[in-house]
């Protein structure tokens, strides 16, 4: 049964031998694999069968690996993270969904409609088998054009699958075969789609720590040491008594852990606080409207490098740190060492 996480890394254009047909290719299982996911929810949602709707998941995740690929054999590479991101959102929302609804239906008792069931997914594994048949030249030429292949493949499997819990269903007049496949599924769009967001978003944190240390030149990346000099700063911060000096520990703070969800949420809470105290309104309202923006900045790789993070700068501005806040960051980092 497909994992439904054919993730693959695509080669260069000028790597792959007919260019032109690949493309092609590309695009007719695109079209295919958002087709049947259309049909397959539809279906699913008709015979009241979850293994369809189980099913069309792993359709769709599919359709955007092949979107992916189109875009990064037209170069956009940038897109593969932010793709891989929405996938992996779709698919544990989807899981979250056929797992809800097992539940709801185990509570409620309904049987699908297995001839429905058999039929669709009948189709959808003709639809996989075409697609893998489509991709079969490119099995044996670069290892990333062959995984495409391999997904195809698999999914085929997983079509398989969902045929099974159909005659099941069909010779138990029970709904336990068709709950049963789909719980399976979705488990592994949950498990898959956490584990491509764990990456895409490791990838972009890694990213923001390059540009982070690029900007500070001399200063060191390490995480840990990033992690431990954000500490020292917010420290240093909550003991000072001259409320510039306080604005600014903690502006090199934010600076520091902004590459961290968590450091990034913390340092515009302690700035949040710190402007109630001192009854700053703008600032205030600043801070709110930039912690509403940290989980959309972390999980498309959109952080502000060297943004102070108060309300005198814009939220989506990247800065040059400045030299003050430099030689705070260098001193917290000295003694985190």
């Known amino acids: 049964m497909s994992g439904h996480s054919c993730e693959h890394e695509m080669p260069a254009p000028h790597q792959i031998v007919n260019l032109g047909r690949y493309r092609k290719v590309l695009w007719i299982a ?57 996938k992996a959102i779709s698919m544990m929302a989807f899981g979250l969904i056929i797992l809800g609804q097992a539940l709801w239906a185990v509570w409620r008792g309904s049987v699908p409609d297995a001839a429905a069931m058999g039929a669709v997914a009948t189709l959808a594994l003709v639809a996989n088998v075409g697609v893998a048949w489509m991709l079969y030249a490119f099995r044996e030429g670069d290892a990333n054009m062959r995984s495409v292949w391999l997904c195809s493949r698999n999914d085929a499997i997983g079509n398989l699958a969902v045929i099974a819990a159909a005659v099941g269903v069909f010779g138990t007049s029970r709904a336990w075969p068709d709950l049963a496949v789909a719980s399976l599924m979705a488990a592994l769009a949950l498990s898959s789609g956490w584990t491509v967001l764990r990456h895409a978003r490791r ?37 000072c008594t001259d409320l510039p000096e306080k604005w600014l520990l903690l502006q090199a703070a934010h600076i520091v852990g902004q590459c961290f969800f968590w450091l990034h949420i913390d340092s515009h809470i302690q700035m949040l606080q710190l402007a109630l105290r001192t009854r700053d309104g703008r600032e205030a309202l600043g801070q709110i409207f930039r912690l509403s923006l940290v989980p959309f900045g972390h999980l498309l790789g959109r952080l502000p490098i060297g943004n ?13 740190i400045p030299h003050r806040l430099r030689k705070l960051i260098a001193n917290a980092k000295m003694l985190a060492e």
């Open 30 to 86: 695109l079209g295919v694999n958002l087709a049947m996911f259309l049909v397959e929810i539809a279906a699913g949602l008709a015979s009241q069968s979850l293994s369809l709707q189980a099913d069309a998941i792993d359709f769709a995740g599919d359709a955007m690996n092949y979107g992916v690929s189109l875009a990064i054999l037209t170069s956009a590479l940038s897109w593969r993270a932010y793709a891989a991101i929405g």
């Open 203 to 239: 990838e972009m944190r890694g990213k923001a720590a390059t540009d982070f240390g690029t900007m500070q030149t001399k200063e060191t990346t390490d995480q840990g040491l990033q992690q431990t000099t954000y500490k020292t700063l917010r420290t240093q911060a909550r003991k």
């Open 308 to 320: 102070p993070g108060t309300a005198d700068v814009s939220a989506f501005s990247t800065k040059e």
